[in-house]
């Protein structure tokens, strides 16, 4: 068993690993080398980018069986993220698998100890199944991830293995995450000159965007600066010139034709209660039917948001799968 560090003479083995043990995997997509390249290697954002010595495979008679990819976080990055913190960076784990028919052979073990080594000197260390993964995750815009959840790829809940790995290295799953997914012909929801007229009793204005993507809270002219060439949709809310409510969608076309994605589902706090998130679905799967969409699926945290996981399911969503988020 050899553990080397990125170089690039790796990628056709990475890729090849990647496509070989994820086909199974729930949205997965076929991945290129040029891919991996654009969204892994080359990944450069304001405040992170890769780091070659971060990126550790196992290989066995010239196969990969096994990958770690960690990275650290500046300290400007990490009080964005929690205002609380106390300094220093931060180091996170994006990304650790090894092939199952390698597993319960030290190869994990060994991984994780080359990661951590890497991550030597951080404040704190932590595991990053999606939500601010700059590299499996898709927190700076609505694009496919290559796997999993519409966020990003995790941890499946049932993953016994894996948890417990995880817990041995001092790791709890925070949440249970439920991926919701629906029969776009089936949904329950209201027309959309229904919802638009429910919006506008409340003195709400619909507005329907796409490759647009209005700031929540703010003036409703104001818009996210994203990564160019994204597809999406979004139906908003607006009061007296503010963007008080909105739903993104964004079609995960590398999937399968005819699959939606919901990617943010919010309403300013002071507006909640008052059947936007309900009107705003209406619209949004309104939008997407339009656009010959068949289905669509959401990830859902019914702990920390129990009324948007109830929302979805009394409009015709149906638990799909279930994440351990970390």
Known sequence: MRFESWRPGLLPDVVRFWNRVFASKRNYFRLSEELFLSRVV????????????????????????????VGMRPEALVRSLDPSWPGGTQGYVAFLYVEAGRRKKGIGGELWHRGLERLRGAGQVVLDGQCWNPFYGNSEGPFTP????????????????????????????????????????????????TAERSLARGGFQLRMLS?????????????????????????????????????????????????????????VEEFRGRALGRNLLAAAIARMRSSGAASCEVLTIPEISPVAHKLYLAAGFAPAASWAVY
């Not at 139906?235 to 993104?248: F, M, Y």
């Open 42 to 69: 080359r990944k450069r954002t304001a405040v992170e980018e890769f780091d070659p010595a971060g990126f550790v495979v196992a290989r066995e008679g010239g196969e990969v069986v096994g990958l770690i990819h």
């Open 146 to 193: 290559f796997w999993g959840t519409p966020e990003g790829v995790s941890v499946e809940w049932d993953s016994y293995e894996t948890k417990k790995f995880l817990a041995r290295k001092g790791f709890a799953p925070r949440f249970k995450g439920v991926q919701l997914a629906a029969e776009l012909a089936r949904t329950t929801t209201a027309p959309l000159e």
């Open 211 to 267: 490759g647009e993507y209005p700031e929540l809270g703010r003036a409703a002219k104001e818009r996210r600066v994203l990564p160019p060439g994204l597809e999406f949709d979004v139906a908003v809310a607006v009061l007296q010139g503010r963007t008080v409510g909105l739903i993104a969608a964004f079609p995960l076309k590398e999937v399968r034709a005819g699959l939606q994605a919901i990617y943010e589902a919010n309403v």
